[in-house]
Structures are given as C-alpha cells and as structure tokens.
T-cell receptor, first 114, second 115 residues
Framework: EAAVTQSPRSKVAVTGGKVTLSCHQT?????MYWYRQDTGHGLRLIHY???????EKGDIPDGYKASRPSQENFSLILELASLSQTAVYFC?????????????FGPGTRLTVL | AQSVTQPDARVTVSEGASLQLRCKYS??????LFWYVQYPRQGLQLLLK??????VVQGVNGFEAEFIKSNSSFHLRKASVHWSDSAVYFC?????????????FGQGTVLSVIP
C-alpha cells in the first residue's frame, strides 16, 4: 500500500544541536513537502521539492534546510535547533503539480527542543 | 494573501447527531478548497475537495461540504456522526491560478463524538 512514513516519530533535542527528520514515500510521487504545525495553528510550508537533488523554499524556510537525495526520500535538517522550532512536522507527497493536487501525508514527527 | 479561518477550535457532539464544522477563507481569486482529517496517530487524509460545479460536494464516510461564494465559506457537514469520526479536521485552500500547489491550512477543529 502506498504510504508516507516519517522517522523518528518523536524526538527531544537540545538547543543548538543538529536535528534531521526523515521522510520516505512509496507513492512514486515526484513532489514532496515539509510542513510544521504549532498548537492551535494550521500547517505551514517549510520546504518542498519536485525532483531529486533539488529543493525549494516554502513560506517559513528560515532555520531549516532540506535534502532530496532520491525520489523516495526527503529530509528536513535543523542545523542549530532552537526552542521556537518545537512543533509537529509533517511530510507529504503528491503525484502532480497543481492547485488541485491531493497531498498524501505522513503521521508526523513531534519535535521538542529543550 | 490567502488565509483560512476555522473559528471553532473544539466541537463536541453526541453520536448520531448532525455536525457542521465551519471554514471561512480569504482569497481574491478562484480557490481550490479542501477538507482533510487527521485521525489519532495518523497523517492527514483527504475528505473532499472542490473547485467548480455543484457547490455541494460529497466526500468519504458520509461527509459533504457546501461552497458559498457570497460568504467565502466552505463548511463541512455530516448528517449523523459516529464515534469513529473523532479526529482533527483541517480546511485548506490553494490558488487556482499560476499552477501554485501551495496549500494554506486553517487552524484545525478537534471533533469529539461522545456516546
């Protein structure tokens, strides 16, 4: 069954440390996305990618990097984690580019920065 | 810029009762509208989407939504809820022009269905 998986599912990090969140999809989709969700807020787009080895900035890219080494894998990297980056992070994929495309989401990673 | 507002952070209904979850958007053009649901410990799943045609669109599991352009609303409805409908519901909008795939989400509404 096609799916988007994320690892780890939860993580506690220290301020200033490096954090890598991983996403893997078996949907054979070209497009992948990273969102963050803060309590009481909707999801906000951090980075996205439409092809391997290329990433694009979303609405809130500051403090984050992304890496797309293959069609299936998309990572989100926090080089210097900060308290403000405590949130739930969602990865998603879609098979087409366009406003009407359905995105398929992973279960999320809960990141706590102390 | 586009925005989405879900005015109800939490809604509690009894099993078998009808449901309406509210969503209002702000966008100057023609929007694509979505409702996603997040069940506990799972990712978001699409319930339904709308762009044009009949303003009442049917989704999965008996959900429907009505697009009311004059009110900039896209409320989600269900005639009779089940305990398994307990989840977080997100309304989202994207732009119909320029091929932009960016989704703008509302804050989400936590639905609790009580026996």
């Amino acid at each position: 069954e096609a799916a988007v998986t994320q690892s780890p599912r939860s993580k506690v990090a220290v301020t200033g440390g490096k954090v890598t969140l991983s996403c893997h999809q078996t949907n054979n989709h070209d497009y992948m996305y990273w969102y963050r969700q803060d309590t009481g807020h909707g999801l906000r787009l951090i980075h996205y990618s439409y092809v391997a080895d290329s990433t694009e900035k979303g609405d809130i890219p500051d403090g984050y990097k992304a890496s797309r080494p293959s069609q299936e894998n998309f990572s989100l990297i926090l080089e210097l984690a900060s308290l403000s980056q405590t949130a739930v992070y969602f990865c998603a994929s879609s098979d087409v580019w366009g406003a009407y495309a359905e995105q398929f989401f992973g279960p999320g990673t809960r990141l706590t920065v102390l | 810029a586009q925005s989405v507002t879900q005015p109800d952070a939490r809604v509690t209904v009894s099993e078998g009762a009808s449901l309406q979850l509210r969503c209002k958007y702000s966008y100057s053009g023609t929007p694509y509208l979505f409702w996603y649901v997040q069940y506990p410990r799972q990712g978001l799943q699409l319930l339904l989407k709308y762009y044009s045609g009949d303003p009442v669109v049917q989704g999965v599991n008996g959900f429907e939504a009505e697009f009311i352009k004059s009110n900039s609303s896209f409320h989600l409805r269900k005639a009779s809820v089940h305990w398994s409908d307990s989840a977080v519901y997100f309304c989202a909008v994207s732009m119909a022009t320029g091929g932009n795939n960016k989704l703008t989400f509302g804050q989400g509404t936590v639905l609790s269905v009580i026996p």
